[in-house]
């Protein structure tokens, strides 16, 4: 690994510089060492540097801020803030630095922190040698979550954050307007804080999707914001999976898996809702069409069908008909049993109706039959 140590004190330098030499298990190259952090851009300038041991409180500029200038360029950079105080370390993990040392800086403390950022290299460097293409996958029906590169689930930042995500990425094949988007994530904000927020959100987002692979994330031209990373999607997928134009029961079965609950249902954004209802009405007329017109289905896979169309129209009573029909041509006496008195309290005791003719009679002859 290229290092390049800076601090306004040479001793600090100088001690730091001999604990590094002595990690010998390391691959480590000390390209440079600075007291004057602008000095060192030249460097960067030249050489491909992978971790940089930064002091925080410097005579001439702080840490922070040069932390901040040199992840803005440089995205795989990993930063060590090494430093005499504390109170920092929450300032330094917002910028998402590699480790927080503090000073006298431990040997074994060094270690943990040399083998964090070796890691994080290797991670790089395999991805751009075997060009290993790793994408993040968005889980975004029932709960939403977006897995990183590693299949980590990431965390974010602010709800802001990932609203800011969802509302690119749900936008993805079109720029979008700022004024757009200040006008959907902070409606009730006036202009100048709005647009204060989108910046702040902005950057913030930027870091996450940094992390995972992309040098230019999120693009912005003449005012409008545009996703520029790839993500997979359970959403993409089940879509897919819709537009075919025959099913069998491997494919319902899919879309069964895919379909845990409606589209971004815990996020309860106004601008989903459109394509929430969308999707959900086409699951459930494939789902009736796949039950009602084929002739040999698995019973299990049928009986779920049912069950999963029953769970995203509960009050429809031609989803509760077939099921209860399916139930009696099975013989399952107690799941009849248990599913007629589900219909006759969500109707009767939920909606103040009476169960229809059809469902009743069908029930009744089934136990005069056993």
């Known amino acids: 690994m290229n290092i390049v140590i800076i601090d306004d004190e040479k001793m600090a330098i100088d001690v730091l510089g001999i604990m590094l030499k002595k990690l010998t298990q390391f691959p480590l190259c000390i390209k440079g060492t600075y007291t004057n952090a602008k000095d060192a851009f030249a460097l960067f300038e030249k ?33 060590i803030f090494v430093t005499a105080h504390a109170k920092f370390a929450v300032d330094a993990f917002d910028i998402e630095a590699t480790d ?18 070796q890691q994080m290299v290797n991670l ?39 609203e800011l995500f969802l509302y690119l990425w749900f936008h993805r094949n079109k720029p979008l307007l700022n004024a757009v988007i200040m006008e959907e994530l902070w409606p009730e904000a006036e202009l100048e804080k709005a647009g204060s927020n989108l910046h702040t959100t902005i950057y913030q987002l930027r870091k996450i999707l940094k992390q995972n692979g992309s040098e230019n ?26 537009e075919k134009e025959s099913h069998d029961e491997q494919s319902i079965q899919r879309i069964l898996n895919y379909y845990e609950g409606d589209f971004l249902a815990e996020e ?3 601008w989903a809702i459109q394509m929430q209802l969308r999707v959900k009405q086409n699951v459930l007329h494939l789902l009736e069409v796949y039950v009602t017109n084929t002739n040999e289905i698995n019973p299990l896979l049928k009986l779920n069908c049912l069950q999963k169309m029953l769970e995203l129209d509960e009050f429809n009573e031609q989803y509760m008909f077939l099921l209860l029909q399916f139930l009696i041509e099975q013989n399952k006496k107690q799941d009849c049993t248990q599913c007629y008195d589900m219909i006759r309290q969500k109707l009767q005791e939920e909606l103040g109706v009476q169960v229809p003719d059809n469902i009743a009679s069908i029930y009744a002859e089934y136990v005069m039959r056993v």
């Not at 002091?55 to 950079?77: F, R, T």
């Not at 790793?134 to 930042?157: C, P």
């Open 100 to 117: 927080y040392l503090l000073k006298p800086v431990r040997e074994s403390r060094l270690l943990k922190a040399v083998a964090k950022a």
């Open 47 to 79: 050489e491909q540097i992978d971790v940089v041991f930064l002091d925080m409180e410097m005579i001439d500029i702080h840490g922070l801020q040069v932390a901040k200038k040199l992840l803005v360029k440089y995205p795989n950079m990993q930063i």
């Open 124 to 162: 790089r460097q395999e991805m751009q040698s075997e060009k290993i293409e790793l994408h993040m996958y968005a889980h975004t029906f029932g709960s939403f979550r977006l897995l990183d590169v590693q299949n980590e689930i990431v965390k974010w930042r602010t709800r802001k954050v990932r």
């Open 217 to 242: 994330p999120i693009l912005l031209v003449n005012n409008h914001y545009q996703l520029n990373i790839e993500i997979n999607s359970d959403y993409e997928e089940l879509i897919q999976l819709l």
């Open 268 to 270: 309860e954004y106004h």
